[in-house]
């Protein structure tokens, strides 16, 4: 199974929280796809970070790689995120349908985006050293890397719900709520 294509960094260095959200992303993928356990799907991850990224089909491309390896990511934070989506996903799934278009279950969702949506859910919910404004950003981000169309606005009107209902305090003004 190939991995999704994402866009190659033409900037800067990727932070390395960036690189291990865009990780999480596609190992929720594969997850979702190939039915894999989140043990298996991180031991592989861990297991590729030494090797270079691999292109997805073996021709040379200066616009697209795909990440197949951990290489600048925090891991930690890499395996937090998978774990935790998994360990929540009870949870995060009804919070993500609720803020979908009448009629839209996130079943029905492309999987790459229900691996976006969740796994930005799972960080609002639990990582309150991150502010909901850059995993909203980053996750947009993610959703870029992958879609051209109308997927990164869903990411951020979705996220961007959520993080009002979970983290009111951090989006009211100063001198606001009390």
Do not use: C
């Not at 865009?22 to 989140?38: I, R, S």
């Not at 997805?56 to 200066?62: A, I, K, V």
């Not at 774990?83 to 839209?104: F, H, M």
């Not at 796994?119 to 909901?132: H, K, T, Y």
Request: hydrophobic content about 40%; charged content about 30%.
């Amino acid at each position: 199974m190939s991995l999704p294509k994402r866009k190659k960094n033409t900037g800067d260095t990727p932070k390395p929280r960036t690189v291990s959200r865009m990780a999480a992303v596609q190992a929720l993928y594969q997850m979702d796809l190939a039915g894999t356990d989140a043990g298996d799907v991180i031991a592989q991850f861990m297991a590729a970070e030494a090797a270079p990224a691999a292109k997805l089909d073996g021709e040379p491309d200066s616009e697209v790689e795909t990440l197949t390896s951990l290489e600048g990511a925090d891991t930690t934070f890499f395996a937090d995120v998978v774990k935790g989506v998994v360990r929540r996903q009870r949870e995060i799934d009804p919070l993500v349908d609720q803020q979908l278009r009448t009629g839209w279950r996130l079943v029905r969702v492309d999987s790459i985006l229900r691996a976006i949506l969740r796994g930005g859910v799972f960080e609002l919910l639990e990582r309150s050293d991150v502010p909901a404004r850059v995993i909203i950003n980053e996750y947009i981000n993610i959703a870029k890397a992958f879609f051209e169309a109308d997927e990164p606005k869903v990411v951020n009107g979705v996220l961007d719900r959520i993080a009002h209902k979970l983290r009111a305090k951090e989006f009211e003004a100063p001198g606001e709520g009390g």
